[in-house]
């Protein structure tokens, strides 16, 4: 579960501090579906970095499954970020040189599987993305949206708790984005909590909770009745 409160995020420009976030509460409970939207700018990648724990708020408090990530230590949060999770960014991060599976087995090594364990782990998660076809390709062997695939399937090999994506479809067709939303729809059935940004209310249709965010605030937070 995910608990920000009062935060607070000013980033350091020269001899300013130049704030970003003012006063964001925001709680996520395990199994949601949730899109972050809002106009550029608004900070909603500064939120994600937060809740992924590759940033901490200047003031508040963030609560991540019982810790608080403002007092952990460098460790501590490279541990959060490892057992909980999976990072999906608008532009892929795939390396160049690695085959998809190679991509996918990399940041495994991280939770000290052996290497066969790693492979089959890999291969298990490009299937699950309807890559079984290609994991011997090289990124720039594949389409946007099999690139954005392979990094999904490198998200979710560890098993997170949580996939944060921030605008995971912005550099995709509809048809490709589609896809996309169609993974990250069928995760959520299997449990997985999902966290997204977006500024296209198509791609946030697929989602049960919309938190709008401007100047730094949160504006509006609506969960969609089915
Ligand atoms: P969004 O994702 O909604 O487009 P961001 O969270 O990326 O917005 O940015 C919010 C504001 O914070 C912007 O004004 C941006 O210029 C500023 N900002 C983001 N990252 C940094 C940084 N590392 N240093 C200084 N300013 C930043
Ligand atoms: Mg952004």
Same mark, same amino acid.
């Given at each position: 579960?995910i ?19 003012? +006063? ?10 949730? *899109? ?10 500064t939120?994600?970095?937060i809740i ?6 200047t ?5 991540? +499954?019982?810790?608080? $990530?403002?007092t952990?230590?460098?460790k ?13 960014f608008?532009?892929f991060?795939?390396?160049p ?35 079984a ?6 990124p ?9 695939r392979? *990094? ?12 944060? *994506?921030?605008?995971?479809?912005? *550099?995709l ?6 896809q996309?939303?169609?993974?990250f ?15 296209e209310?198509? $791609?946030a ?12 605030e949160?504006?509006?937070?609506r969960?969609?009745?089915?």
């Open positions: 579960m608990e920000l409160k009062q935060v607070y995020k000013s980033y350091a420009q020269g001899a300013l501090a130049v704030p970003v976030l003012h +006063n964001i509460n925001i709680s996520i409970e395990s199994g949601e579906f949730v *899109a972050i939207m809002g106009p550029s700018g608004s900070g909603k990648s939120i994600m970095n992924g724990c590759l940033d901490r708020p003031k508040g408090e963030y609560i991540l +499954n019982k810790v608080n $990530v403002l952990a230590d460098e501590h949060l490279a541990l959060l970020r490892n057992q909980y999770i999976g990072f999906v608008q532009h991060h795939l390396l040189r690695l085959s998809a599976v190679e991509n996918v087995e990399l940041p495994l090594v991280y939770g000290g599987l052996k290497k066969k364990e790693r492979r089959e782990r890999a291969l298990e998660a490009l299937d699950k993305v309807g890559l076809d290609r994991v011997g390709h090289l720039n062997q594949l389409s946007g949206g099999q690139k954005q392979v *990094a999904i399937a490198r998200a979710i090999a560890n098993n997170p708790t949580f996939i944060l *994506a921030d605008e995971p479809t912005g *550099a067709d509809s048809k490709s984005g589609e996309i939303m169609n993974i729809t069928k995760l959520n059935e299997e449990g997985t909590t999902v966290i997204m940004v977006t500024h209310e198509e $791609v249709a697929y989602t049960k909770r919309r938190i709008y965010i401007k100047d730094g949160v504006i509006q937070d969960r969609m009745v089915i």
